[in-house]
């Protein structure tokens, strides 16, 4: 039988379902008064916990954001799952400061819109916004959470329920180069983006 420990780890990187303010369309970042899951994303998590318990290898962890829309998420994927729930701050969406609340189509600063804010973000990596984080500092925030979780659980599947930007992180390998433009791929609510991480040799 091969030991778990010669296989990488398999992180399962689930994104929230639908919130109140992704209907709202309001920017929610680490925001407090950001709500939690509508009926349409608690439905969506319902068939992602579904997907994910029809796995042939079965997740051995939940871990999820402590935000509420991704905590109402995970509490349906672990209960699906049989699996205690777990919480990491460190896999929150990107802190965005005093983007946050803003509604997307409304004027922010000097931009016409605050999604024309959030989109100059990605394009100027380094850039913070007002008391909050650049996807530079995101990258790094999140990537060593998902190493944490993958050394802490050598060779097994976790789930980790989080946010659109930690997943877009994801699929971003190398960290943020200032001038280049991160690409801001899109993020299903309640998709499974799965990524391996090695042992550490």
Do not use: C, K
Not at 11 to 35: D, F, P, Y
Not at 72 to 80: L, V, Y
Not at 95 to 117: H, I, K, W, Y
Request: proline fraction near 8%; hydrophobic fraction near 40%.
């Amino acid at each position: 039988m091969t030991d778990v420990t010669t296989r990488p780890s398999v992180l399962h990187l689930v994104r929230h379902g639908e919130s109140t303010w992704n209907l709202a369309g309001r920017i929610q970042g680490q925001s407090a008064e950001a709500g939690g899951l509508t009926a349409a994303g608690r439905a969506q998590a319902q068939l992602t916990a579904d997907l994910l318990a029809e796995r042939p290898v079965r997740p051995t962890a939940v871990i999820a954001s402590d935000l509420v829309r991704a905590r109402e998420t995970a509490e349906i994927i672990a209960a699906r799952l049989d699996l205690p729930l777990e919480f990491d701050p460190e896999i929150r969406e990107q802190n965005l400061g005093v983007l946050e609340g803003q509604r997307l189509d409304s004027p922010f600063a000097d931009d016409p819109t605050a999604q024309d804010t959030v989109d100059r973000l990605w394009r100027e990596p380094f850039l913070r916004p007002d008391t909050g984080e650049s996807i530079a500092d995101m990258y790094d925030r999140v990537h060593r959470a998902f190493r944490r979780h993958a050394e802490a659980r050598p060779g097994l599947d976790i789930v980790l329920v989080t946010h659109g930007g930690p997943v877009r992180m994801a699929a971003t390998a190398e960290p943020p180069t200032p001038g280049v433009p991160v690409p801001r791929i899109g993020v299903d609510n309640a998709s499974v983006t799965s990524i391996t991480i090695s042992a550490v040799s």
